[in-house]
């Protein structure tokens, strides 16, 4: 049982917009700046976005995310066939004081 | 370019040992915490724990509390992680990932190594 809660997957058509959430509490989510990572598929976990709706050098503006209150969501616009993976958001857990992940959300892309 | 590197797959038998590294480049090593994730097959990513290599300060999560141990040889830029006596439930894909902490409240996993794969079975 994951502290963040994730819809386990979805899916999409290409050049569709999905959009991936991630819901928490006020002692991570609510406190805290969201991560996501991006997890194509045999491959390392990437980081996605950090900060909130901060991308990495070379990610591209395809990939947004923002937070409300305890719940945070990615989008993913323009989808390509490279973007099937899993997704993961995380923050920092003031109770845990460590970092939790979500469980992940597999995205299909049919 | 800032990389972390980690050992190779292992197979081992319940009861044996096991030390599994990460080598940091590109970067300070002593300057960041790094931290270890599993990823049990077929699951999500689960955190074990912390080391600040540049005094070996070190913390887990309850979980893992007492179940493994995280060192470091900053001399070599290496992080550790080991088990004493491993069971067929530890199998999984093991994680290193750099920890940065913009601030209080602003903290993330980048890069992240390649993952070492513990196959634990009779």
């Known amino acids: 049982q994951s502290v963040l809660t994730q819809t386990p997957s979805t899916s999409g058509t290409p050049g569709q917009r999905v959009s991936i959430s991630c819901s928490g509490s006020?002692?991570?989510?609510?406190?805290?700046?969201v991560n996501w990572y991006q997890q194509l598929p045999g491959t390392a976990p990437k980081l996605l976005i950090y900060?909130?709706?901060q991308r990495p050098s070379g990610v591209p503006d395809r990939f947004s995310a923002s937070k409300s209150g305890t719940s945070a969501s990615l989008a993913i616009s323009g989808l390509l066939s490279e973007d099937e993976a899993d997704y993961y958001c995380a923050t920092w857990d003031d109770s845990l004081n460590g970092p939790v992940f979500g469980g992940g959300t597999k995205l299909t892309v049919l | 370019e800032v990389q972390l590197v980690q050992s190779g797959v292992e197979v081992k038998k319940p009861g044996e040992s096991l030390k599994i590294s990460c080598k940091g480049s590109g970067y300070i090593f002593t300057n960041y915490w790094i931290g270890w994730v599993r990823q049990m097959p077929g699951k999500g990513l689960e955190w074990m724990g912390f080391?600040?290599?540049?005094?070996?300060?070190?913390r887990y999560s309850p979980s893992f509390q007492g179940q493994v141990t995280i060192s470091a040889d900053k001399s070599i830029s290496t992080a550790y992680l080991q088990w004493s006596s491993l069971k067929a439930s530890d199998t999984a894909m093991y994680y290193c990932?750099?920890?940065?902490?913009?601030?209080?409240?602003?903290?993330?996993?980048?890069?992240w190594g390649q993952g070492t794969l513990v196959t634990v079975f009779s």
């Open positions: 006020s002692s991570n989510v609510g406190g805290n700046t």
């Open positions: 080391i600040y290599p540049g005094d070996s300060d070190t």
């Open positions: 990932a750099r920890h940065t902490a913009l601030s209080g409240t602003a903290k993330w996993f980048d890069p």
């Open positions: 900060g909130d709706n």
